[in-house]
């Protein structure tokens, strides 16, 4: 089998998603997430300008070999634009090796180890009234496990959080494509959200019971002993992970925050490559990997980091935003379908409009996610309906300080 052609398509339905199609001279083709949030053109350039034409006449089968060529062939290793890229290469090629086996990837990557995949739900609320309904509407949609994100007093635009009521059965997206010229400014106030955060888990848990799966996403916006802080000041309401609570390029940040306390930690849906997990693991920083396939370069890699964090009790805990496609989506759910170190994956629903755009086999009952059994991944793009949604610039928020000063994310 050989490849004959590989095509870059950008649609967006309610946000901006970045595909590539590989076709064989068999008929088989297969699908790969590159989507970006925020720089999509850049992969989708990478991939157009950089990447198809080096495809041509290569052999699908070879996908070890076709990820260590893009890899070290381009000199450039590592970064978002390279990894996403590369992911979906990666992701196509498993795509069309699983449709010519006629078998779910997950077989190829050594067969299901569970029933279906747990995974967590997003609440949150502008105050805890707001915020009891919103966990107990993810609860109705069947999660057990929900991330709790907050207003905070004094601060006015907050990621994550719904600037007003949803109305009775819409559910917010938590990363609207903002589709504006601009990135859209937000506050931030560290000391506030510190003071803030342990008084809603406390309500949280005074409402909803010991049981209940909780976890929270700080978004790397504390300092090392800010983090520890908060670590600790949560650990009587029994956090699942606290997520992202430093920015990840500063890695020694985290030895700080473990000697100080014991809620588990949850790191690098920014991180690209195995490298940035390397020592984390090794010395055993973390408890959850939340890497993502397509930023992380597919799902070979993805497969191979879990298997380096067996050895040291470190799960999975997959990055699973609405920014990532449904075919990025699903390679990640057919690798935590088949390693026996599976954690908790993220699920935001896509859109309706995004559903008719990626047809997906993925199923969500009792709790469990399921990868369904087609051969390949799982997904089809209807290249048709892609075509209504031409690109539209958008932008993540940012947060200023008080005084001005840019914040991290
Ligand atoms: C999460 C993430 C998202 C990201 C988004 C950026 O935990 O789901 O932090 O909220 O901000 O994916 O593109
Ligand atoms: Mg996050």
């Excluded at 995949?117 to 496990?145: M, N, P």
């Excluded at 805990?317 to 390693?339: E, K, L, N, R, Y």
Aim: overall charge negative; proline content about 5%; aromatic content about 10%.
């Amino acid at each position: 089998m050989k490849i004959t052609a590989a095509e870059v398509i950008v649609t967006s339905p309610t946000r901006n998603f970045v595909t590539l199609k590989i076709t064989t001279d068999e008929g088989l083709t297969g699908i790969g997430d590159a989507t970006l949030n925020g720089r999509e053109l850049a992969v989708a350039h990478y991939l157009k300008d950089h990447v198809a034409q080096l495809l041509i006449g290569k052999d699908p089968h070879a996908i070890e070999d076709m990820w260590q060529f893009l890899y070290r062939s381009s000199y450039w290793r590592r970064g978002p634009v390279t990894m996403a890229a590369i992911a979906a290469v990666d992701m196509a090629l498993w795509d069309i090796k699983g449709k010519a086996a006629g078998m779910p990837v997950y077989q190829l990557l050594g067969g299901a180890c569970r029933r279906g995949l747990s995974t967590y739900g997003h609440a949150s609320g502008r105050d805890v009234e707001e915020l009891f309904d919103s966990i107990r509407a993810e609860q109705e949609h069947g999660y057990t496990a929900i991330r709790v994100q907050t207003s905070v007093p004094g601060i006015k635009a907050l990621y994550g959080v719904a600037a007003q009521k949803q109305a009775s059965g819409e559910r917010y997206d938590y990363e609207p494509a903002q589709r504006t010229a601009q990135p859209a400014e937000e506050d931030w106030d560290t000391r506030a959200y510190l003071r803030h955060v342990p008084t809603v888990f406390e309500a949280v848990r005074h409402e909803f019971g010991p049981e209940m799966i909780l976890l929270h996403d700080g978004h790397h916006r504390m300092t090392p002993l800010q983090a520890a802080q908060l670590g600790k000041s949560l650990e009587p309401y029994d956090l699942f992970w606290l997520e992202d609570c430093t920015p990840a390029e500063n890695q020694e940040a985290l030895r700080l925050v473990r000697q100080h306390t014991t809620t588990p930690l949850a790191i690098g849906e920014v991180f690209n490559t195995i490298w940035d997990f390397k020592d984390l693991i090794r010395e055993q920083l973390i408890d959850y990997v939340r890497a993502a396939s397509t930023h992380f370069g597919g799902i070979s890699p993805l497969k191979k980091v879990m298997d380096y964090a067996a050895m040291y009790q470190v799960k999975s805990g997959f990055h699973g935003p609405t920014d990532v496609s449904p075919v990025g989506f699903a390679a990640q759910v057919h690798v935590g379908m088949a390693i026996h170190n599976f954690g908790l994956q993220e699920f935001m629903p896509h859109s309706e409009k995004t559903n008719s755009v990626f047809r997906q086999q993925l199923t969500f009952e009792g709790g469990l996610l399921h990868p369904g059994d087609a051969p390949g991944l799982g997904v089809e793009l209807d290249e048709k309906e892609a075509a209504k949604y031409p690109y539209q610039q958008a932008y993540l928020p940012y947060n200023r300080l008080n005084d001005g000063t840019v914040h991290d994310w």
